[in-house]
């Protein structure tokens, strides 16, 4: 079986060191001639329904790894939470002096089935884009034909993240086959709460902080550059949701009757939101960006990633982007403030003539490690007071209906907090090295993402520094209906990992 690939991997030259390193064309070989096996272990895990809120159906996840883990000799422990376990898998190796923790997460977003293109979104199909259009494939393709790196995966969590998950596991099992050992210990973390914020994974990371003891850490989540070149993140913003409810007349009326007497709480909402921002985009809120600063040398760093602003306007549909800061990557070094989402009466086809009683809006904060998240919170609702707004403790009593006009009642959970890395800590090293010399070219290297992990106990709790190691495919319908993963990516998602795995860390 053979697969087209982007990379020539012949030229590349095997660091000296008293760790004997693997040549790319050893680990190129040992993945090519693994990959069909390594697709129908992610076909069998993928159909594995992994949402969250359904904890039974994360037991049968955790069961399929601790199988997997304890083939490869890893001992395996769940840590028990107040919510779904967690489970730990780790490994010594002979002569090996530091200890490396790998993050995984297992669980995946929830489903509309009515807006997937295939008969289940958690039984996995194969498909290749004719005329700009995916088509199933079956499976016995892959046995009758070359391989081509763009037919993808369609699945929920197919890339997100249990690609990435399939695909480590791979490279360990390679390694076991070959004989090939790192000059390091390994554990491996996989976290059942990703999708719900991992809200118990702080407090589990303080109480099994010696469990999880370990020189640095390594995430192995989200997606690579849109070049799709191997890419190395060094932070990620941290995630912060609120949620808003404003108030009008006690029960729905009718708008002939009541509309230009009862106010309409769906209206203030709107303009409540509205007030958070000016016409570009930018939180007018007062010193929501306060503490964030970026110098020449961070400038530079962000001017390298070979990101085309035209490009990604295209590519979202836009004339032009909120006006934050002048491109993409200096953007996300900024807290956001986004709507989620707003709910008020009815539409379409149940659409009636009412003024509302209720209106409802989620918006999430995403902050950078120079920002407060509590700090934040107090500031939007600070901004909500000064807006003439009462605070309810949840729906308004009677007096507070007699006395205020304005009335709103709020809710927030901070999930997780931002962190970053230096470029210069040993993990950031030894990412570095192992991508440079299997892919023959320096990864791109991008400061912090925009989206949100939830690694900051890692890093706050047991002083880690964290490097995450994408290898997904942009483009993969990442938490939305038809998730996929590319073929090309998985593969080389294999590669990526062994190449790590092979290379020293000094």
Avoid at 348 to 354: A, F, L, P, Q
Wanted: charged residues 20%; proline residues 7%; aromatic residues 8%.
């Amino acid at each position: 079986m053979k697969l087209r690939s982007y990379f020539c991997l012949g030229c590349f030259l095997v660091l000296s060191s008293a760790f004997k390193a693997q040549s790319p064309s050893d680990i190129r070989i040992a993945a090519d001639e693994t990959l069909h096996e390594s697709i129908e272990q992610l076909r069998a895990l993928l159909s594995l329904s992994n949402d969250a809120h359904y904890p039974d159906d994360l037991q049968l996840n955790i069961s399929w790894l601790i199988n997997a883990f304890s083939n490869l000799g890893f001992s395996t422990q769940r840590l028990p939470t107040d919510g779904i376990d967690i489970l730990l898998a780790e490994k010594s190796f002979a002569g090996a002096d530091k200890t490396v923790l790998v993050y995984l997460q297992i669980d995946g977003q929830p489903v509309d089935p009515g807006r997937w293109l295939q008969p289940n979104p958690f039984i996995p199909v194969l498909k290749e884009k004719v005329n700009m259009d995916w088509k199933i494939l079956p499976w016995e393709t892959l046995e009758d034909k070359t391989i081509d790196p763009d037919w993808r995966i369609f699945c929920r969590s197919a890339s997100d993240a249990k690609g990435p998950v399939s695909a480590f596991i791979t490279a360990l099992r390679i390694m076991q086959a070959k004989g090939w050992q790192p000059n390091f210990n390994l554990k491996v973390i996989m976290d059942c709460e990703e999708e719900l914020g991992s809200p118990h994974l702080p407090d589990a990371v303080k109480q099994y902080r010696k469990q999880l003891e370990a020189d640095m850490l390594v995430i192995f989540d989200g997606p690579r550059h849109i070049s799709n070149r191997p890419t190395l993140t060094f932070g990620a913003r941290g995630i912060t949701t609120m949620r808003l409810t404003t108030y009008g007349p006690r029960v729905p009326q009718h708008s002939g009757h009541y509309g230009n007497y009862a106010p309409n709480p769906a209206l203030k909402l709107a303009q409540l939101l509205a007030s958070m921002k000016d016409d570009r985009g930018r939180v007018t809120i007062p010193g929501f960006y306060d503490g964030i600063h970026l110098d020449s040398m961070t400038r530079v760093v962000l001017a390298a990633v070979p990101d085309d602003e035209a490009v990604i306007r295209e590519n979202l549909g836009i004339a032009e982007p909120d006006g934050v800061a002048d491109t993409y990557q200096e953007s996300i070094q900024y807290p956001s403030l986004n709507i989620q989402g707003m709910s008020s009466a009815w539409v379409g086809t149940k659409v009636r003539t009412i003024v509302p009683a209720a209106a409802v809006a989620n918006i999430d904060i995403r902050t950078v490690k120079e920002s407060d998240p509590q700090r934040l919170v107090e500031l939007v609702i600070q901004h909500i007071i000064s807006q003439g707004y009462h605070i309810c403790a949840g729906e308004p009593t009677e007096e507070e209906r007699k006395n205020y006009p304005k009335l709103i009642s709020l809710s927030y959970e901070i999930s997780y907090e931002a962190f970053r890395t230096d470029f210069t800590e040993d993990v950031s090293l030894w990412c570095d090295r192992a991508l440079t010399r299997f892919f023959g070219v320096t990864p791109i290297k991008i400061r912090t993402s925009g989206g949100s992990i939830p690694i900051a106990p890692f890093v706050q709790t047991l002083g880690l520094p964290a490097v995450t190691v994408p290898i997904v495919n942009r483009d993969n319908n990442q938490h939305s209906p038809n998730e996929n993963i590319r073929i090309g990516n998985y593969l080389e998602g294999i590669y990526t990992y062994l190449a790590l795995l092979t290379q020293s860390i000094e």
